[in-house]
């Protein structure tokens, strides 16, 4: 069923989102994964950035593109107002390493798992295409796209990955 | 105790027949005001977004001073105004604020009073009377804020936050904030990084994405943001990220606090109306695109927090 919302889009259009529609994509996949997708998802699947070096948004937008699909791409801080809406379907989630306690992923994915743990989302596991360090550079966060983002003397904690434990999963 | 006060506090200021609106998009490498001497000008900087949040506010009552200068039919200016101002953007009570305005001018003109004058005394004492509740909340904020603690907060809390954190250094407090990006203009690292490393704080860049692992870490004891509209239940409309970050404190069992405006007029958060902005300004930063090819993005502008979500509120009343 179709959910009419009351949104304002750009100059006062409005929008249709299907409920439990998206499929949310967190973390870097392998290319082998996007190969997963059926056609009928074309238009459903969002892309969250991956602060802060982008590559989950640019890995899985490329893939997406090179196999037809239409990915949206969203800020990291824009993945509650989907689950508020009770627009996402389930969650793909990339993880460095699984054991029997949980998860490790990259940087958000406890976000995204606590709130499709409060939201009743499932959630699909695939081995992620990188490891990447514990923390980053405080540099990674000054700049974006090139451009200085903070003035001088702000310090920056930079995780890049996290414990998502089975509780969530 | 003289409290310091940020240029995020009172962004907007009026001199003579023309409003100076601090130009928040060019911050921290720029410092400039934006010359507003009409409707339409002061409608320009509110959609761009050169000025949110309580700047806002001010830019809507300051509009009404401007215009109070232009010529007779006053009562049918002042309604035009506010028409415009409430169509800028939809989800700031821009309504609650201007219908204030236009209930005095009526009020003025059933009484065979002077518009321009009692319009005029009400605007600049209502102001004054918000701004003494403001400076009134920074005290408050800094009383809640107590030594050894680690505060995480979202986007920008219009210089209440940076000035409480002043507070706290003159009382000897030592206390650390975590201060997230807030994608996509980033006024987390623009704006309160800023704001706090002037007012001497100790602030810390995280991005959005971290908010979890600093929290299950233990790194943060509280959460303060602000609120851009509240609801007769007690939910409020606040920058997109809010809502996970208030689901995730809610879940490690860290107190959030909002400071809030509080309203009756709209009942509960499912009736805010969300303003969902143009996806190129997610999709491209300082003339670059964040990904290459045919990417669609999606930026709604706030999130709607329920208030069972929230630990407690510091309210001020603007009616």
Redesign the interface.
């Known amino acids: 069923m179709w959910s009419r919302t009351?949104?304002?889009?750009?100059q006062l259009q409005s929008?249709l989102i299907k409920k439990r529609s998206i499929i949310l994509l967190q973390g870097i996949f392998k290319e082998t994964f996007f190969d997963s997708f059926k056609k009928t998802e074309k238009e459903r699947v969002?892309?969250?950035?991956?602060?802060?070096s982008?590559k989950a948004?640019?890995v899985s937008?490329?893939e997406l593109?090179k196999r037809g699909f239409?990915?949206?791409?969203?800020?990291?801080?824009?993945?509650?107002?989907l689950?508020?809406r009770n627009w996402v379907n389930r969650i793909h989630l990339s993880f460095q390493i699984k054991d029997e306690n949980g998860i490790l992923c990259c940087?958000?994915g406890?976000?995204i798992a606590?709130?499709a743990y409060?939201h009743g989302v499932p959630i699909k596991l695939f081995p992620s295409e990188e490891n990447l360090e514990l923390v980053g550079k405080s540099e990674e966060?000054?700049y974006?796209?090139?451009?200085?983002?903070?003035?001088p003397?702000?310090?920056?904690?930079?995780?890049l990955v996290?414990?998502v434990p089975n509780k969530y999963l | 105790m003289k409290i310091k006060e940020s240029p995020l506090f009172w962004p907007a200021k009026l001199k003579g027949n023309i409003l100076f609106v601090l130009d928040e998009t060019l911050l921290?490498?720029r410092f400039k005001y934006i010359q507003v001497k009409n409707t339409k000008e002061a409608v320009d900087v509110i959609v761009g977004m050169k000025t949110r949040a309580f700047g806002q506010f001010l830019v809507v009552l300051n509009t009404f001073l401007l215009e109070l200068g232009n010529g007779k039919n006053l009562l049918k200016r002042i309604e035009t105004t506010a028409q415009a101002l409430n169509n800028s953007r939809?989800t700031f009570p821009f309504a609650e604020v201007t219908s204030i305005v236009v209930g005095w001018a009526k009020q003025a003109q059933e009484k065979k009073m002077d518009v321009k004058s009692f319009v005029k005394k009400n605007i600049l004492g209502y102001l004054r009377g918000i701004r003494m509740r403001r400076l009134g909340r920074v005290k408050h904020l800094a009383e809640l804020i107590k030594d050894g603690d680690s505060i995480l907060t979202?986007c920008n809390v219009s210089g209440e936050l940076a000035m409480a954190a002043y507070l706290c250094r003159q009382q000897k407090k030592d206390v650390h904030f975590?201060a997230?990006?807030?994608?996509?203009f980033?006024q987390g690292?623009?704006l309160t990084?800023?704001e706090l490393?002037r007012m001497g704080a100790d602030?810390?860049?995280?991005?959005?994405?971290?908010?979890?692992?600093?929290m299950?870490d233990g790194?943060v004891n509280k959460v303060i943001v602000g609120s851009d509209r509240s609801c007769a239940n007690g939910d409020f409309a606040n920058k997109?990220?809010?809502?996970?970050?208030a689901?995730?404190a809610k879940?490690f069992r860290i107190p959030f606090y909002v400071l809030t405006q509080p309203s009756s007029k709209i009942q509960r958060g499912e009736d805010i109306?969300?303003?969902?902005?143009?996806e190129e300004e997610?999709?491209v930063?300082?003339?670059?695109r964040?990904?290459?090819?045919?990417?669609?993005?999606?930026?709604?502008g706030f999130?709607?927090v329920p208030y069972n979500l929230i630990g407690g509120s510091i309210a001020i009343n603007i009616n």
């Open positions: 009351t949104l304002l889009v750009g929008i969002f892309v969250l950035e991956g602060r802060p982008f948004a640019r937008c490329q593109l239409s990915p949206t791409l969203i800020a990291d801080n824009m993945a509650g107002f689950f508020y940087v958000g406890l976000i606590v709130l409060k966060l000054f974006l796209n090139g451009a200085k983002t903070v003035p003397g702000i310090k920056a904690y930079v995780p996290e414990w | 921290p490498e939809p979202h975590f997230t990006e807030t994608r996509p980033l690292a623009k990084c800023w490393k602030v810390t860049l995280i991005a959005d994405n971290a908010v979890a692992s600093v299950v790194l997109i990220g809010t809502y996970q970050i689901v995730l879940e109306p969300i303003e969902i902005r143009d997610l999709l930063y300082s003339g670059k964040i990904v290459e090819g045919q990417v669609k993005g999606f930026y709604p999130d709607v």
